[in-house]
Structures are given as C-alpha cells and as structure tokens.
C-alpha cells in the first residue's frame, strides 16, 4: 500500500483487518490520481493516511450488514469515489442530502483510500461498474467525471443550449465530452491553437483561442453561454468569464483556486446571472455517470503508473505533465 506520512508516500505492508457488518472488501485494480490528494499533504485530515478516491476493484467479500438489495455479489467490479460515508443521522442524511452531510467521511482524507491492494469500503459508498469500461477509465470517472457530469445536469439546462467549457485538462476533456453527449453545443476555450483539434474530436462545435480572442466577446457573438464550466484553476480568468453568459445563466466552478472571484454586484444585478460550485457525488450519481459514459462512449484520456511508483504519479499529477488524468495500476509494481 501507498501511505502518505509526513511530506511524501512511502509503499509499506498493512495488516488486514476484521471486515466491518457495512463494509465490502475491494481488491484495488486501478486508481486515479486528483489534485485533491494533495488535501491530506495541506493539514486536511490526520497522517499517516492511504490516499486515492478515483478507486476501482473486484469485490472479494461482503460485510453481514451489507442489504442483499443493493445488488452486490463477490466478482462484480465496483467502484469508490470521494464520498466515502455519512451518518444517516443528522438532518441532511434524512433529507437524502448525503453530499450535506455534516459527519460526512472523505475517502482518501478521513477513510483510507485506493493507492493500495485492498479497499475497505463503506457499501453505501460504492457504484457498480458497468461491463462496458475498462477499469482506469472507470476510476477518472469516480471523481473528475461524476464531478462534471453531476454538476451539468443539476443546472437543469436544455439542450441544445450553449455550454462553454473553460480549460482542456483532466476535469475539462471530460466536461466536452459529457456536454456534447449530453445534446448541448460546446465551446471549449483555451490558450493557443494546439488543442484546437483535440477539443474538436472531443465534441465542441466551437475552439475560442484566448491567447489571441476575447471569449467574453466570442461568447456574446453565439448568444451567450448558458453555462461555463469553469476547470481551470484561475480565479481571475474565471470571474472575467461571467461576462459570457446569457441572461440567468450560470457559472459552474469545478476548478478550485483559492483567490478571491471578483464579480461585482452590477454584474449579478443586470445580467441575473448565478455563481455555483460543485463537487463529486453519491454512489448513486456515480452509477449514472458510469452509465451515461459507457453508453455515450466518454472515455479519459489517461496516464499510468505502477503502485510502487505512486510518488512519481502524484508528483507528476501536481505538476500538471501528464495529459490528461493520472491512473495506478494496483496490480502492477514495476513498469
């Protein structure tokens, strides 16, 4: 298993331990690696820690607590994301609103998570893989996917409305291929003209180059966006996008930066536009977002280490080199 403990992750031999009524026992094939990883390493959460919430795998046993209702059975390959836990008692969990939770337990942050042989997961946690995917693109599904995919469809926008998707990187080449498969025209931005191809064959039906464009002003020319989702991490580019959108559309921030987003209220007040930020999902979100991409073949474009190389996939992932997702092969220790 791959521990971060202190400033780095070091593969150590964990124990197995007793499995828990409500828990299922996963053998890891793949997991991928998020910038979110880097979370526990910022004083998030207690060391020493196994990271990893983009988790795939076999399942080897079931926990005596585990409803027969929820369809799992030993051999099916399921899938684990950040949403690891909640506690069924407090008002959200009631409601339904598991991703409210007020005790709700982070997978790779305050449960261990995928950079490992062996998953300990929570059952309400795990969504079913459909037959369809492979294992390393399921697992950039189970969080930069479900992230994108969940946080499209709850602006409930009809298509085909203008959806612009701003960056082409590991949450942004997944978002053109969720919107375009979803019947919206996409319009990717980004920087020079070399991914202008790529966001083409990805489904966008527009590549602003905003080196050499001002997307606010090509945006308003197609009748304004009414969505952009936002993958980069740049507060200032962000907010000057707000401009882009139509009348009540909406800013969708999926990118995180922690400077300040500088909208100002005449902005908010004559357009009628909405900020909104969302991340990950339920287990039940992730079937739909598996599905959805099994059946409308999205597919990662994906990088892959082996487990005992986990430093050099995390590293190369904060650096931002690998195009585009980062996977653990958790079968595989050496190259």
């Known amino acids: 298993m791959a521990v971060m403990q202190n400033t780095c992750t070091v593969i150590k031999q964990v124990p197995h331990r007793e499995l828990g009524a409500d828990e299922v026992l996963v053998k890891v094939e793949t997991c991928g690696v998020c910038h979110s990883d880097s979370m526990i390493m910022n004083g998030m959460g207690s060391l020493p820690r196994i990271p990893g919430h983009e988790v795939v795998g076999i ?14 059975s030993v051999g ?13 008692g407090c008002d959200q969990c009631m409601k339904g609103e598991f991703i409210n939770c007020r005790n709700e337990l982070i997978t790779g942050l305050s449960l261990d998570g995928g950079y490992a042989e062996y998953l300990y997961a929570p059952w309400h946690a795990l969504a079913i893989v459909p037959e369809g995917l492979s294992s390393a693109n399921a697992s950039t ?37 969720f919107a375009a498969r979803m ?14 191809e790529l966001a083409k064959k990805l489904g966008a039906k527009y590549y602003i180059d905003a080196s050499k464009q001002d997307p606010v002003k090509e945006l308003k020319a197609l009748g304004g966006a009414a969505c952009v989702i936002a993958t980069a991490f740049s507060a200032d580019a962000t907010a000057k996008l707000f401009d882009g959108l139509n009348v009540n559309g909406q800013l969708l921030i999926v990118g995180v930066d922690v400077d300040t987003l500088k909208i100002t209220p005449f902005q908010f007040v004559v357009s009628r536009a909405t900020v909104v930020g969302h991340a990950s999902g339920t287990a039940h979100d992730a079937d739909e977002t598996l599905q959805f991409a099994c059946d409308h073949g999205v597919e990662a474009m994906i990088e892959t280490y082996p ?3 986990a430093q050099e996939a995390y590293d190369q992932m904060l ?17």
Not at 183 to 196: D, Q, T
């Open 141 to 177: 599904l189970m969080c930069a996917g479900l992230t994108v995919f969940h946080g499209l469809r709850e602006r409930k926008i009809s298509p085909p409305a203008l959806i612009a998707v701003h960056g082409i990187g590991g949450l942004g080449h997944l978002a053109i291929q």
């Open 59 to 72: 399942i080897e046993k079931i926990g005596s607590g585990v409803p027969a209702s929820r369809g799992f």
């Open 319 to 335: 650096k931002g080199s690998p195009k585009f997702r980062v996977v653990i092969d958790c079968s595989s220790t050496k190259n």
């Open 76 to 88: 099916q390959r399921v899938g684990q994301g950040w949403h690891g836990r909640h506690c069924w």
């Open 183 to 196: 019947g919206y025209n996409v319009a990717a931005i980004s920087s020079g003209s070399s991914k202008a």
């Open 307 to 309: 487990l005992d190389k």
